[in-house]
Structures are given as structure tokens and as C-alpha cells.
């Protein structure tokens, strides 16, 4: 079964809005995960790190303002697009560490009309 | 800096062929973690195998293999008898430490037609 669970897994919304996809880790705790970003037809980037009870550490180029991370407990980390924009349109999908792996979510189609 | 690079853009391949998805990585640290994983069209990840950097010994599952070879900084990853199921997006990832961010390779798409 799933390790860590994304949601939600499809979502839309307007230009301008804000929209929230969460990031499980399901029967562990996870003091880190990691959120990716992949456009269509391309490889993963790491947009960020996700840091229980502290400030995430963003790769460069990323802007924090706009991808807010909040990971306020040990088994659930957030990712606020706001004033989303249609380029902003992607796959989200986030990770974390349990026993010998690396596990990802289901991720999240992420579309801005 | 971490690279990773997957020169195959897209395999096509016939059922009951074999195939190899090349891999090859750059990295100045001694201690690194390899990964490969299967993405399907759906999206999700799924895990395939990990090596670190001092094991080079070859890692056979099932269909699945893989060769390592630090000479050449490479790490191919090889399914024997190929499947229709097997069509996807196969990803290789390097990480510097255990349990850390990975630095993911553009990917190779397999195209298994019956």
C-alpha cells in the first residue's frame, strides 16, 4: 500500500486563486520531505525542502513567497500555490525517507485556468 | 555540481526483446546513492532499486537488471523479455546523502508494442 499520500491527486482553479496539496506520510513520521515539481514531458526538480517544525529551504530560483511550505507536524507537509497562474500548471509531487527508501506520493496534476 | 544524464530520449521495443536504459552520472563526492524509478502514465514514482556508491557488485530481479560501473560512472539498468506492462517513464537519480534530495536524470521513454 501507498507510504505517502498526496491530495489532492487532480485539481483546477482559477487564475489569481490560491490552492493547497498536502503530503502524507502514512504510519511513520517524516521530520523531512522534499516537494518536486515536473512539466510536462520533463524530469523532476526539487523546488524545495521541507523541514518539520522549521522554515523550508528552497532551491534556487524558487520562489518562496509563492510556494508556501508549512510542515507543522511529523506526518503532514503543505504546498500553497498562490496567485496561482496558468504556468504554474504541473505535476507536484513529494517524497520522503522510511527505513531504506525514498518514497514518493501519488502527486498532483496542478492546472491553472 | 550532481548531474545525471539519460541520452535515450525514447525505446521502442517489441515484446520479448531486451533493453538497456542507460545511465550516467557525475558527482565529486565519494559517498553518492543511485536510483532508478518507473513512472507510469498515471504519474506516481515507483521505486525501483538504490545503490550506493560502494557497492558495485550487478543486482538482478526478476527481469530487472542492473550493471554498475563506477569506471565509467554508469549505472544501466537492463529488463530482460520486455512487456507490454513496461512501457513508461524510467527515471535515474543521484542523491549525496542517505535518505536526502535526489538530482533526477530527463528520463527515457519505453515504448513496449506486442
Known amino acids: 500500500g501507498a507510504v505517502v499520500s498526496q491530495h489532492p491527486s487532480r485539481v483546477i482553479c482559477k487564475s489569481g486563486t490560491s490552492v493547497k496539496i498536502e503530503c502524507r506520510s502514512l504510519d511513520f513520521q517524516a521530520t523531512t520531505m522534499f516537494w518536486y515539481r515536473q512539466f510536462p514531458k520533463q524530469s523532476l526538480m526539487l523546488m524545495a525542502t521541507?523541514?518539520?517544525?522549521?522554515?523550508?529551504?528552497?532551491e534556487q530560483g524558487v520562489e518562496k513567497d509563492k510556494f508556501l511550505i508549512n510542515h507543522a507536524s511529523l506526518t503532514l507537509s503543505t504546498l500553497t500555490v498562490t496567485s496561482a497562474h496558468p504556468e504554474d500548471s504541473s505535476f507536484y509531487i513529494c517524497s520522503a525517507f522510511r527505513g531504506n527508501t525514498i518514497y514518493f506520493g501519488e502527486g498532483s496534476w496542478l492546472t491553472v485556468v | 555540481a550532481q548531474k545525471v544524464t539519460q541520452a535515450q530520449t525514447e525505446i521502442s521495443v517489441v515484446e520479448k526483446e531486451d533493453v538497456t536504459l542507460d545511465c550516467v552520472y557525475e558527482t565529486r563526492d565519494t559517498t553518492y546513492y543511485l536510483f532508478w524509478y518507473k513512472q507510469p502514465p498515471s504519474g506516481e514514482l515507483v521505486f525501483l532499486i538504490r545503490r550506493n556508491s560502494f557497492d558495485e557488485q550487478n543486482e538482478i530481479s526478476g527481469r530487472y537488471s542492473w550493471n554498475f560501473q563506477k569506471s565509467t560512472s554508469s549505472f544501466n539498468f537492463t529488463i530482460t523479455a520486455s512487456q507490454v506492462v513496461d512501457s513508461a517513464v524510467y527515471f535515474c537519480a543521484l542523491s549525496m546523502e542517505y535518505g536526502n534530495k535526489l538530482v533526477f536524470g530527463a528520463g527515457t521513454i519505453l515504448r513496449v508494442k506486442s
Open positions: 521541507s523541514n518539520e517544525g522549521s522554515k523550508a529551504t528552497y
